[in-house]
């Protein structure tokens, strides 16, 4: 069972819903990411966050609002989404400093679909 | 830049045989970070290995093996004796400028690996 918890699994939303996507883990990392992955590609970097503080937004469009209410906890705000944003968002956690070893520890991730 | 190609787009095999998924690499880099990891039809992206570039030993763990050979940056993947449960994409990927404190990978587009009994 993977140690990054992500809910919901899916979720279904209309353009002008406000909806949150949620991760959580227990492994004491300090280094918190979202990835979206659309399919037969790639994960692409969203946003990082370090030490509870945004460090890397990957030029992402403000109708995804990250938040990180401290070191286990990572939220994903949605609002005014469009169609093509539909995706599986992937949350992932890993050590910092001397300790980091580079891996990331990926959840299950929360199927979006925007219609 | 930086770069990983796994230029292995979909491979079928049957349950048994050995399959190798390859994967090569660019950087400038002289530290960095190699990964392979697994994603099941479930989604979740399952850490398989880690490799640096100052360790160029090859590892095998159960029916899992790498071979990282610098001198042709590539860092590819055998599966011995596959079973239907390894079918899934196969990621490889590279830690941006050595620290990987920035989580940044850059992924390779994936090998969809199909097993068939």
């Known amino acids: 069972d993977t140690e990054v918890t992500q809910t919901p699994k899916h979720l279904v939303m209309g353009m002008t819903n406000k909806k949150s996507l949620k991760c959580e883990q227990h492994m004491g990392h300090r280094a918190m990411y979202w990835y979206k992955q659309k399919a037969k590609k790639p994960p692409e970097l969203m946003f990082v966050?370090?030490?509870?503080?945004?460090?890397i937004n990957e030029s992402v469009p403000s109708r995804f609002s990250p938040e990180c209410p401290n070191s286990s906890l990572l939220n994903l705000h949605l609002h005014a989404l469009q169609p093509e944003d539909s995706a599986l968002y992937l949350c992932a956690s890993s050590q910092l400093g001397l300790t980091n070893t580079g891996e990331l520890f990926f959840g299950e991730g929360s199927r979006l679909t925007v219609l | 830049a930086q770069k990983v190609t796994q230029a292995q787009t979909e491979i079928s095999v049957v349950e048994k045989e050995d399959v190798t998924l390859d994967c090569v690499y660019e950087t400038r880099d002289t530290t960095y970070y190699l990964f392979w990891y697994k994603q099941p039809p479930s989604g979740e992206l399952v850490f398989l290995i880690r490799r640096n570039s100052f360790d160029e030993q090859n590892e095998i763990s159960g029916r899992y093996s790498w071979n990282f050979q610098k001198s042709t940056s590539s860092f590819n993947f055998t599966i011995t004796a596959s079973q239907v449960v390894d079918s899934a994409v196969y990621f490889c990927?590279?830690?941006?400028?050595?620290?990987?404190?920035?989580?940044?990978?850059?992924f390779g587009q994936g090998t969809t690996l199909q097993v068939k009994p």
């Open positions: 990927a590279l830690s941006e400028n050595g620290s990987s404190n920035t989580g940044k990978l850059i």
């Open positions: 966050y370090s030490y509870e503080k945004l460090s």
